[in-house]
């Protein structure tokens, strides 16, 4: 199926990869779920807006779903003072997180959705206080809500206990509560508690000029800051109908691949040593280090923040930077070679990752498992080949993919894409092509919407963005991890307390690109 297929008032934004807007009626978006489910296509994201600038008690919730074709972003009004509109994680499971988390935000319901737990809000927030509704102020402190007891599911039974860990955790990582239910060392039942490092991201885009909000959103989640600064400006850019120039666009993709080759080999190093490889580790380090000081030389910061900008990017290459980056790849690349045999070949490794925390590819599709996780249980979506926009139709990308679905699988995809970003960066330094580096926008005064949809490295990095009197109304930024942090309570079931780790970082989710 489509997108043409749907029936609706179509409007195509000016964006690449090809993204149309629709406003729809309640039956409208009922039939649009229930289709696009039925088609295998994906839901991308789920959000709510308060439009009451455009007319007095108006909401909208709105959604993004995948097609062959390109994306799908529909809006549905919410007229009222309590407003709802209809339940879609019948059709598309981890929708519920996003509706819970737009009910602490806006105060909008979904409709017969039976979990009514708060999401963001822990308690601390005032009471009938809205973070994204004009007019509210939400605070903390003396004046908040008593923190409530959060209704865990609980596993009832005979030598079932339970293991609490977190929020805080005994290394430097973000907080999140993980509940175990288990018997002896095997895991029953997995339930998270996430949303402690809610930031009011989303709040502040509105407080932001269009053209410096690209800081803030290559700060969502610091390890995708290429994937989401640039996911930003292409909205912006498709807003305003004005692409960056192709070697602005060629320099981003370099940095988006140094960005996806920069965490796999970090997390390489860490699988191997969640499993007891210490080398594996000390190797994978010393490359990630050696490739974050070049970035950081030829880009002016390792992890490459605020280098991609509306328009363009901030650093050129010359011809001497570009010999070194290409020679890196070649480096790089013997060594990833050399390291994955012994991955390969090291049983003790093997036993620890072939079979644990299994993904099978027809219970990745029905919970929309999503990025590297969803390619390493056969769910072969990647937008440089789906829906490839400037430079990656030039590129070929290869895609990588298993069905085995463990941790095993998610490794060799790592492995695979790890070497397959290798070529394209090579490619890219021959290819550069010359020109400016970046354009003057001139931000419009009347209203315009766009959409960025980028494929990070952990996944798909998706951002809608509307302008209303050249100020941003709404911004919303999608992390990939609010399709997999649910997977994550599945993958470990039947499991060993101590596979956890291993588990865990094999998905390595975010925390931060969650809790906005």
């Not at 990308?397 to 463990?406: C, E, H, L, N, P």
Request: glycine letters at 10%.
């Amino acid at each position: 199926m489509r997108i043409a297929d749907l029936n609706l008032d179509l409007v195509r934004l000016a964006s690449a990869p090809p993204v149309r807007h629709a406003v729809v009626d309640r039956a409208s978006w009922q039939a649009v779920a229930l289709q696009v489910a039925r088609a295998r296509g994906r839901l991308v994201s789920l959000w709510g807006c308060d439009s009451r600038h455009r007319g007095p008690g108006s909401m909208v919730v709105s959604a993004a779903y995948a097609l062959p074709d390109g994306l799908l972003w529909i809006d549905l009004p919410l007229p009222g003072e309590t407003p709802s509109y209809p339940d879609v994680s019948t059709h598309f499971p981890f929708a519920g997180r996003m509706q819970r988390a737009t009910a602490d935000l806006l105060g909008i319901h979904a409709d017969d959705f039976a979990d009514r737990r708060r999401w963001l809000d822990h308690g601390a927030w005032i009471a009938q206080g809205f973070a994204l509704r004009a007019g509210s102020r939400v605070r903390s402190g003396a004046d908040s809500q008593e923190s409530d007891d959060y209704a865990f599911v609980r596993v009832e039974g005979d030598g079932v206990h339970e293991i609490p860990v977190g929020p805080v955790h005994a290394g430097i990582i973000e907080p999140g509560h993980f509940r175990f239910s288990i018997v002896g060392e095997k895991v029953l039942r997995l339930e998270q508690r996430l949303g402690y490092v809610h930031k009011g991201i989303e709040r502040r885009f509105s407080e932001l000029a269009p053209l410096d909000a690209h800081r803030l959103a290559g700060r969502v989640s610091g390890d995708s800051t290429v994937a989401g600064a640039w996911a930003y400006c292409m909205a912006l850019e498709s807003a305003l109908a004005s692409p960056a120039p192709p070697r602005a666009q060629w320099l981003r993709a370099l940095m988006l691949e140094r960005e996806r080759v920069a965490n796999h080999l970090g997390d390489l190093g860490a699988l191997a040593n969640d499993a007891a490889l210490a080398f594996g580790l000390a190797q994978f380090s010393r490359l990630r280090e050696d490739w974050l000081r070049l970035s950081m030389a030829a880009f002016g910061h390792r992890l490459m923040m605020d280098c991609v900008v509306p328009g363009g990017v901030t650093a050129d290459l010359d011809t001497a930077m570009i010999v070194r980056i290409h020679s890196q790849c070649e480096a790089v690349e013997a060594e990833v070679r050399t390291l994955r045999a012994t991955f390969d070949e090291h049983a003790g490794l093997q036993d620890r990752f072939i079979g644990t925390g299994q993904v099978a590819p027809e219970l990745a599709a029905q919970l929309g498992l999503a990025g590297l996780a969803g390619r390493a249980s056969g769910q072969a979506f990647d937008l440089r080949c789906d829906q490839p926009w400037a430079p990656y139709e030039e590129l070929r990308v290869s895609k990588a993919g298993s069905a085995a679905g463990d941790v095993a699988a998610r490794v060799a995809v790592r492995f695979d894409e790890t070497l397959e970003s290798l070529r394209l960066i090579r490619t890219l330094c021959t290819g550069l092509p010359a020109g400016d580096r970046q354009r003057d926008l001139e931000v419009t005064t009347q209203p315009a919407r766009g959409a960025g949809w980028v494929e990070g490295w952990r996944g798909e990095v998706f951002v809608a963005l509307e302008l209303d009197a050249g100020a941003i109304q709404r911004c919303h930024c999608h992390d990939p991890s609010w399709q997999n942090w649910p997977v994550l309570e599945h993958a470990v079931i039947g499991n060993i307390v101590p596979d956890f780790p291993l588990i865990n970082k094999s998905f390595n989710l975010s925390y931060s690109g969650h809790d906005l």
